[in-house]
């Protein structure tokens, strides 16, 4: 080290200090802090893939019905096993060959094989994971696009990268309203018109629906027709107590959600919140259609598989109309709006994970973790200047350095500092003395032995030197691995721990040396050093 | 000059090593047996469930809270007081396995949503139902809405500086631990205008609590932070055996050296299990550092005693050791006393958040320099004895 000019060493010192003093100055700004002290909401999401694929096969079971029907092939039984796929049964004899020949040319994204005289139609692999993969797709985009609207300064929404691929992660600084936010990013809005299908014998202005299922199939003499389905609805009895009554509606949506231009947050006649919406022109002309042929029926709305209301139809309505009725709150009417606005989730979703701290709860922690932070530094520096005197004034120096350095080098990679984050630095500011203290042990040991200041200053660093860089190695290793397998805070820590490291290595072996040197050749025949 | 030890030579390495190489052995006894019989107070984090904490405005009544819940149906609900008394803060949690049969089979991340709705009286339930604002819920944003929409001129203030108000308030609330007491609290401070209390004291209610935080992690979640944990675990113990075993060349420190680091690291988990303080990822954390800071330790006793060894080539083994320790004993004391003192500052007023995990840094680093010397060394020492010269000497 000798050889390097003590001028050109002292200019390495200032440019660093001065490098990180400029990538860490205001702290208050460049220091990007983490959630858990800044307050927010930290969601670990699932995409419920499986619920893509569904609507994928669901999809395609009208089309591959028709398309058999055409040739004169049609099964008599169609239905969905297990969620992934399609059982097509009751082929007149010997035609299920040839309805499987059909379907191999037209539908060429399925696998096909004969079950008992049937068919079994399942997505190819590829298929189903390009589906799955641009469901996930879809939703990072509409999350982001609510989120968006929603208005929240600065989010994280990404995709996580792992064994599965179906994790959305999502990071909203400063919101306080987890509820909402839950309900909102996390609910598919998928809105769907359905005509309500009223058992024979009953007017639609009579029909009141029952409170179970098993009660709406036993109206229908010899079963629930196949084109018609069961929903439910949440009411509230007139002393308060929620029950579900369910609704008879057609298994077919004329109208869904992605036929809406706009929607907005409304007042109903009676002044209660309410959601209006308007369709493009061409669902709106569906709709005029719709309810020209349809007077007088009930029309339900239904959103999330959930009725929210089953109005009667009492006019021509062409493009646009409103939702009431839904028990709507202003804000859950505002949120509803904004999430028909921003279109619908094209499969559930679910919380795997959630942390969310108060800005409150935030504020205390930055208070608390920087006061035992300043305690902690303190009373080591203290301890420093009464042990090693003057030279106490060196090791403190390389310790302030260490925390600059720290600091501007979390600014330069934009990393995040946590709460466990702090707790690194105050470790960190505990550790940093070792090296010092390794150092001002040998060359007191040296002087003891004595030898004359310089020697004993350079035997010190040079048998230190080993030791300090296998001890800052090891711990170095164990950060590592933290830091690659540690989750959100952990990885806080690790980042500190490890930045502070290496800052140790640098303030320790380069710095504290140099300003040793530097008095030295300010006065090269000392005789006595303060240590 | 202070100095620890002038010229410390103590004769460590004799038979004294067997007295504190029997405390070492009896300190593990208790500490292994600590997590088999008594076990770790899990955090979230690895027990999985709901853990929300709430700070009310006025003492709250644990029993009545407990009602309130129970009438949910959530399941398992545990409530406790946390922090001083008149923090009127406590912590719900909502085991994993308790999870309500409507919610079974499902991740259960709705159960926070549930507890925060049980806990909310009837009368402002409606309220805030009907619209009114929250004041000790509602965001700086929101806040800032609610005051601007006041028709002009009715505030007393320009609309211009409502949103600067809003801020102001949101501060306050923040550094009064997220709650504003009373509206008198409220008027007091400056930009507030009687108009504005006013309208506060009819479109706004000030609720009874405020949400510190919610920690949700479901059994999914759960199994992947444990997988992690246990690759980290696995990697560094992995990382600095090798490097160890490269630094040393003779298996038999790097032995020594690990069992030093299983010492150390058993007996701060142990600690963790004595004392009940709650076992959460950080505090997996502070077990990696302790495994980084106790090898680092040996290793600094481990080089003066190979370094002497090239230097006194005629001396007894033990005694080689024996020098070692106490040359390097100002420095391991020095070292361990500014680690130490750093880790308590953080135990005594780092917080609730940082408490398991300072503990766990303070047993750790306490053992960690005791480890060296009476673990490490001894077992080198011991290992000399019944190897022979051949098999130890570097």
């Not at chain 1, 907005?264 to 006649?269: A, L």
């Not at chain 1, 804000?331 to 795997?352: Q, W």
């Not at chain 2, 390097?328 to 958040?353: C, E, H, I, N, Q």
Request: with cysteine.
């Amino acid at each position: 080290m000798d050889s390097l000019g003590l001028r050109l060493r002292l200019g390495v010192i200032i440019v660093v200090v001065g490098l990180c003093a400029f990538a860490a100055y205001p702290p208050s700004e460049k220091i990007n802090l983490g959630l858990d002290l800044k307050g927010g909401i930290h969601l670990v999401m699932r995409v419920k893939t499986d619920d893509a694929v569904k609507a994928e096969i669901d999809l395609s079971q009208t089309r591959i019905r028709s398309a058999l029907g055409e040739k004169g092939l049609a099964p008599s039984q169609v239905g969905v096993e297990d969620g992934k796929a399609l059982a097509l049964k009751g082929f007149e004899t010997g035609k299920a060959g040839e309805a499987r020949d059909i379907i191999r040319t037209q539908f060429p994204q399925f696998d096909v094989a004969m079950v008992d005289g049937g068919l079994r139609l399942t997505l190819d692999p590829a298929q189903e994971s390009a589906t799955r993969d641009s469901a996930v797709r879809q939703a990072l985009e509409t999350i982001r696009t609510r989120v968006d609207k929603f208005g929240v300064a600065e989010p994280t929404i990404q995709r996580q990268l792992g064994a599965s691929n179906d994790r959305i992660l999502v990071q909203l600084p400063g919101v306080e309203d987890p509820e909402r936010v839950k309900d909102l990013i996390g609910s598919p809005a998928f809105l769907e018109w359905k005509l309500v299908k009223v058992p024979p014998g009953v007017t639609a202005d009579r029909f009141d629906p029952p409170t179970s299922e098993e009660a709406v199939a036993r109206m229908f003499p010899g079963g629930l027709p196949e084109d018609v389905e069961i929903l439910p609805q949440d009411r509230t009895t007139r002393d308060g107590k929620p029950i579900a009554v369910y609704w008879p509606v057609t298994r077919s949506s004329p109208l869904t959600g992605n036929d809406l231009k706009n929607s907005r947050r409304d007042m109903d006649r009676f002044g209660s919140p309410a959601v209006n919406f308007l369709l493009t022109a061409e669902a709106g002309q569906r709709f005029q259609e719709l309810t020209r042929q349809n007077q007088g029926q009930l029309l339900a709305i239904v959103l999330d598989r959930k009725v929210i209301s089953a109005p009667r139809i009492n006019a021509v309505i062409a493009d646009q109309g409103i939702i009431e009725g839904g028990n709507f709150t202003m804000e859950s009417a505002e949120d509803l709006s904004l999430k028909l606005r921003s279109g619908a989730l094209p499969a559930g979703m679910e919380i795997l994970e959630e942390r969310t701290v108060g800005p409150s709860l935030g504020a205390d922690s930055v208070r608390q973790g920087v006061v035992a932070s300043v305690i902690g530094s303190l009373v080591v520096v203290l301890f420093m200047l009464i042990y090693y005197r003057l030279s106490g004034v060196n090791a403190t120096f390389a310790l302030a350095l260490n925390l600059l350095i720290l600091l501007g080098a979390m600014a330069y990679v934009h990393s995040t500092l946590t709460l466990p984050g702090i707790a690194g630095i105050a470790l960190t500011v505990g550790m940093a003395v070792d090296a010092n203290v390794l150092i001002f042990e040998r060359i007191r040991e040296e002087l003891r032995l004595g030898r004359t200041v310089k020697t004993a200053i350079h035997a010190g660093f040079e048998k230190a030197l080993s030791t300090i860089v296998d001890g800052n190695l090891t711990t170095l290793i164990a950060g590592i691995f933290l830091y690659a397998y540690g989750s959100g805070p952990v990885r806080g820590f690790a980042v500190t721990l490890n930045i502070g490291i290496l800052a140790n290595l640098f303030t320790a072996v380069f710095v504290s040396r140099t300003v040793f040197d530097t008095l030295l050749s300010l006065n090269p025949r000392a005789e006595r050093l303060s240590i | 000059m202070i100095q620890v030890f002038h010229n410390a030579n103590f004769r460590l390495m004799w038979r004294v090593k067997w007295g504190f190489m029997a405390f070492s052995a009896l300190a593990m006894t208790v500490a292994f047996g600590a997590m088999t019989v008594k076990g770790f107070n899990y955090g979230i984090d690895f027990a999985g469930g709901t853990a929300v904490q709430i700070k009310f405005r006025e003492r709250p009544r644990v029993e009545e809270l407990r009602a309130a819940l129970e009438a949910a149906n959530l399941g398992d609900i545990n409530i406790q007081r946390i922090g001083e008394p008149e923090d009127n803060e406590v912590l719900i949690r909502v085991e994993q396995t308790g999870a309500a049969p409507a919610t079974a089979g499902e991740e259960g991340g709705e159960i926070s949503t549930e507890i925060l709705a049980a806990l909310r009286s009837t009368e402002q339930k409606n309220t805030i139902g009907a619209g009114a604002l929250d004041l000790n819920m509602a965001s700086e944003g929101r806040l800032s809405e609610w005051l601007q929409s006041a028709p002009p001129g009715t505030t007393g203030a320009p609309a211009a500086d409502m949103a600067a108000l809003a801020h102001d308030l949101v501060e306050y609330r923040n550094e009064h631990g997220g709650l504003f007491h009373d509206m008198a609290a409220i008027a007091a401070l400056p930009g507030v205008t009687p108009e504005i209390v006013r309208r506060l004291e009819e479109g706004a209610v000030l609720g009874d609590f405020t949400l510190r935080s919610v920690e949700f992690v479901g059994p999914t979640a759960g199994r992947e932070l444990l997988h992690n944990t246990g690759l980290a675990i696995l990697g560094s113990s992995l990382g600095i055996l090798i490097y160890v075993w490269v630094r040393f060349h003779r298996i038999a420190w790097g032995i020594a050296a690990l069992i030093a680091l299983v010492h150390d690291v058993s007996i701060a988990a142990g600690a963790m299990a004595l004392t009940g303080k709650e076992f959460s990822l950080p505090v997996v954390a502070a077990l990696l550092t302790i495994l980084g800071y106790s090898i680092n330790d040996t290793i600094v006793v481990f080089d003066r005693i190979r370094e002497n060894l090239r230097l006194y080539r005629d001396h007894d083994f033990e005694e080689v050791v024996n020098a070692s320790i106490n040359q390097t004993l100002s420095r391991s004391v020095l070292t361990s006393f500014t680690v130490f003192v750093a880790v308590t500052a953080l135990f005594l007023y780092g917080g609730d958040k940082l408490n398991p995990l300072s503990f766990c840094l303070m047993v750790g680093v306490v053992f960690g320099s005791y480890s060296s010397i009476f673990v490490a060394s001894a077992l080198l020492v011991v290992t000399y004895k019944y190897l022979g010269a051949r098999h130890v000497k570097a």
